[in-house]
Each structure stands twice: as C-alpha cells, then as structure tokens.
C-alpha cells in the first residue's frame, strides 16, 4: 500500500506560480514512479506529469510543457510540481499518484492521493 497526501494548492493570478507537494508512505514507496493528474469542473481527469522511480525520466502533456516541473526527493517521500505562467485553464484539482512505473502510472495508477484545489484568477 502506498498512502499519498497532497499540499500546496492555493488561489493564485494568472501568470504566477505554485509548487505542490505530495508526501508518500509506504514500505516500497521509492520504488513507485509518480505522476500529477488535474481535474476540472465539468471535466474527466487528465494526465499532467510524471516522473520516474529515480527521477531520470519525466513525461508532460503537451498543456503543460515549458511551464510545469515534476521532480522527487526520495530522501524526503515528497514529489513535486511546480507550475509557472498559470492560466486561468490549469484551474483544477491536482492530484498526486503512483504506479509501477512510467507507462503505467500515466495510463493506470495503482494509487490516488485526495487532491489539492488550485484557482487561477484572470
């Protein structure tokens, strides 16, 4: 079992930034590759990023490129997204998740966290 909890979601300006945590627990929880999820009203959840056990490989869709970050401590059980030139789009819940490994933690995650409500303002 891996247990996820999400931080860091806020109201912010469109242009600005918010970097979001989520913390991971669980005996082999390094092990798992991690990804970020967005869900917006009205809307399905979709894939936003992901990055591998070790960290040496990410994945973005295309929505996000060249704005948003993931990266991982493993030291500390935290994954990280960090989000630049917010549009008033990107307003959703983010949600954090793991999977066996990058492929599938992009298409199927064994695991959900409760998700963080970010506001971008116009």
């Known amino acids: 079992q891996v247990q996820l909890v999400e931080s860091g979601g806020g109201l912010v300006q469109a242009g600005g930034s918010l970097r979001l945590s989520c913390v991971f627990s669980?005996?082999?929880?390094?092990?798992?590759?991690m990804a970020w999820f967005r869900q917006a009203p009205g809307k399905e959840r979709e894939f936003v990023a992901a990055?591998?056990?070790?960290?040496?490989?990410?994945d973005y869709a295309d929505s996000v490129k060249g704005r948003f970050t993931i990266s991982r401590e493993n030291a500390k059980n935290t994954v990280y997204l960090q989000m630049n030139s917010l549009k008033p789009e990107d307003t959703a819940v983010y949600y954090c998740?793991?999977?066996?490994?990058?492929?599938?933690?992009?298409?199927?995650?064994?695991?959900w966290g409760q998700g963080t409500q970010v506001t971008v303002s116009s």
């Open positions: 998740a793991a999977g066996q490994s990058l492929v599938k933690v992009s298409t199927g995650p064994s695991y």
């Open positions: 669980g005996r082999t929880s390094t092990l798992y590759a």
């Open positions: 990055i591998s056990w070790s960290g040496s490989s990410t």
